[in-house]
């Protein structure tokens, strides 16, 4: 499970160094990809598998699921983590995600979001208010 945040800075090589209490985790390779909000989603390998095996299973003639997954599977980049615990961001992802040198990784459960470090903060900004003020159940029984 990926919780936290984290302030690594990308180099000049578009490279980023994991947080270390996650490189075990990762270090069998992971997929990053684009997600919602102009972030990237990184993704373990095995979790990326299941995500596609759910995929697969989804009715290829509804427009909604062929646009994602195109675009899902498209953008994204199998990784493998080098000995020092860094990975390398795709130059196309990087422009997606805005991302220049100032970055945020958040766990995000199952995966690990990247963010601009200005884009998360406005993002949180927004978004801790509105969390703060929910009056209903978001997942009912849960919480």
């Not at 000049?12 to 684009?34: H, I, N, Q, S, W």
């Amino acid at each position: 499970m990926f919780l936290g945040t984290h302030s690594p800075r990308l180099d000049e090589k578009g490279r980023m160094f994991l947080p270390a209490k996650y490189r075990d985790e990762l270090a069998g390779g992971l997929v990053v990809t684009k997600g919602q909000e102009r972030c990237l989603y990184v993704f373990p390998i095995r979790e990326f598998e299941r995500i596609t095996q759910v995929l697969r299973a989804a009715p290829v003639t509804a427009k909604a699921v062929r646009d994602y997954s195109r675009v899902f599977f498209a953008s994204a980049s199998n990784e493998l983590p080098d000995r020092q615990g860094r990975v390398t961001i795709p130059a196309n992802l990087r422009a997606y995600a805005g991302l220049n040198r100032d970055c945020v990784v958040i766990g995000a459960n199952t995966r690990l979001e990247i963010w601009d470090a200005q884009t998360w903060a406005d993002y949180e900004a927004e978004q801790e208010q509105v969390f703060a003020e929910l009056a209903e159940e978001v997942l009912p029984g849960v919480l």
